[in-house]
């Protein structure tokens, strides 16, 4: 059996562990971590840590691992010279990264964007002002501009999306769309008939980075009405990524609704298998983050083989010529051309997250443990200096949900030595 597993040059915080358990697999004839060959691309989760138990105990030990490292004192990143990239003493002089603060947001949701960006520019901007680039179907109103402009006086701008990137196609058969929608409402899908939640999935899976007005742009950071921040950041984080040659930065990871989903993962690897495409994939990807199967077994039944674990893509500090890339831009195409983003109800955090877990190492995906997060009903409550009004290591606003919580499987088998970085 054909094992192949490439390490290269990654100083893992469990490496020797990985490397023993892996010897250990390997000699009780385990399913091999992945394969890449033409026609034949697979992924397999190897439970390297030997997790055993009922979804419950899954559950247990991973939110003790949550717990344990949540409880961590984190400070700057210290991978990068953080004094290279203070805030400046004169903005007027400042060379920014080439990088915007972005929110597709609608006329009636300016109060929900305007709290915010209040809380945004309070944490980060207004000590960089970084441009921000407000998206919306409809053309935007002179209230909603007004209003935006009490908020900042960072530079704004308002664009209009072409109804050819926002539209659903032509190509979606309405008959076909209606009983599916009807099928995932009676399973409780969020969103499931609301037609403007599947053209702003799709857009934001696909088409967002092509505007010409976010084309001028290499990074942006994704700002949603109503999400709170809480803590102080005193740094660039464009010019962080930039300077460590990372491409997307999260802070939340979390399962998905598997309804929404359930062809997703299936479709991906058919993209895989047709022609060369195989090499697309990194081969130091994400690869036991898409398919661990533990925590939530149903969902990855359900999903086909996909665990659903995403990052929450409400915030996300990332470098869109990943997007714009040929693995990316074919493979969405792919994606696209099923019209599954009507069928079914696939999210852009889903889409995103497959996309970067197959075609980017994950050395260039951040974890932000030090910013403080909030979009409801998750949140990231680092333990830092700055952090203020949240508690350290809450993960949900309710006392429910915390199976939700997917940050443990990233932590174990993705992110690497933490220590580096923290
Ligand atoms: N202009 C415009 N913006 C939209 C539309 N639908 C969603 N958005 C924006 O797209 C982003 C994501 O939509 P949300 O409704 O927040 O979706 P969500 O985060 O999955 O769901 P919530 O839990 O309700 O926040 C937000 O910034 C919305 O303002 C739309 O039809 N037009
Ligand atoms: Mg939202």
Excluded at 149 to 169: L, N
Excluded at 324 to 334: C, L, Q, T, V
Excluded at 386 to 397: A, E, I, R
Aim: glycine share 4%; net charge negative.
């Amino acid at each position: 059996m054909l094992i192949s597993v490439q390490f290269g040059v990654d100083v893992r915080e469990n490496l020797s562990d990985f490397m023993k358990q892996l010897e250990y697999a390997k000699s009780l004839d385990l399913r091999p971590p992945y394969v890449l060959e033409k026609g034949n691309v697979q992924f397999n989760f190897l439970n390297l840590f030997h997790r055993k138990g009922t979804p419950e105990q899954i559950l247990d030990l991973n939110n003790k691992r949550y717990d344990e490292v949540m409880a961590q004192a984190i400070h700057e990143p210290k991978d990068f010279d953080i004094e290279l990239i203070r805030p400046p003493e004169d903005l007027s002089t400042y060379q920014h990264a080439n990088a915007t603060i972005m929110s597709l947001v609608r006329n009636n949701e300016a109060a929900k964007i305007g709290s915010a960006i209040k809380s945004f520019e309070a944490l980060f901007n207004s000590k960089f002002k970084y441009p921000y680039t407000f998206l919306n179907d409809q053309p935007f109103t002179d209230r909603f501009k007004e209003k935006i402009r009490k908020y900042t006086d960072a530079p704004v701008e308002f664009i209009q999306i072409p109804s050819e990137m926002w539209d659903k196609p032509a190509s979606i058969d309405i008959p076909r769309e209606r009983a599916a929608m009807d099928r995932l409402q009676m399973l409780n899908v969020a969103y499931a008939k609301k037609a403007s939640y599947h053209n702003m999935c799709r857009f934001y899976s696909g088409a967002f980075y092509n505007l010409p007005e976010m084309r001028k742009y290499k990074y942006y950071w994704r700002l949603e009405p109503s999400v709170k921040f809480f803590t102080d950041v005193n740094y660039d984080v464009f010019k962080y990524l930039e300077g460590t040659n990372k491409i997307y930065g999260f802070t939340i990871s979390l399962y998905d609704i598997d309804e929404s989903i359930e062809t997703l993962y299936p479709e991906t690897l058919k993209f895989l298998n047709e022609g060369d495409n195989y090499k697309y994939v990194n081969q130091n990807g994400s690869f036991q983050w898409i398919t661990e199967d533990q925590q939530n077994p149903k969902k990855t039944k359900t999903a086909k083989g996909y665990s659903t674990c995403h990052f929450w893509s409400n915030f996300e500090i990332a470098d869109m010529d990943f997007y714009r890339g040929e693995a990316y831009s074919n493979w969405f195409k792919h994606l696209d051309s099923t019209g599954n983003f009507y069928y079914e109800r696939w999210g852009d955090a889903p889409v995103h997250s497959l996309g970067l877990a197959l075609f980017a190492d994950k050395r260039r995906i951040h974890w932000f443990r030090d910013i403080g997060y909030h979009h409801n009903p998750y949140r990231h409550c680092p333990n830092t200096p700055t952090t203020k009004n949240c508690k350290v290591g809450q993960f949900s606003d309710y006392d429910r949900d915390f199976d939700q919580n997917c940050l443990a499987t990233w932590i174990d088998y993705e992110a690497g030595d933490l220590s580096a970085v923290y």
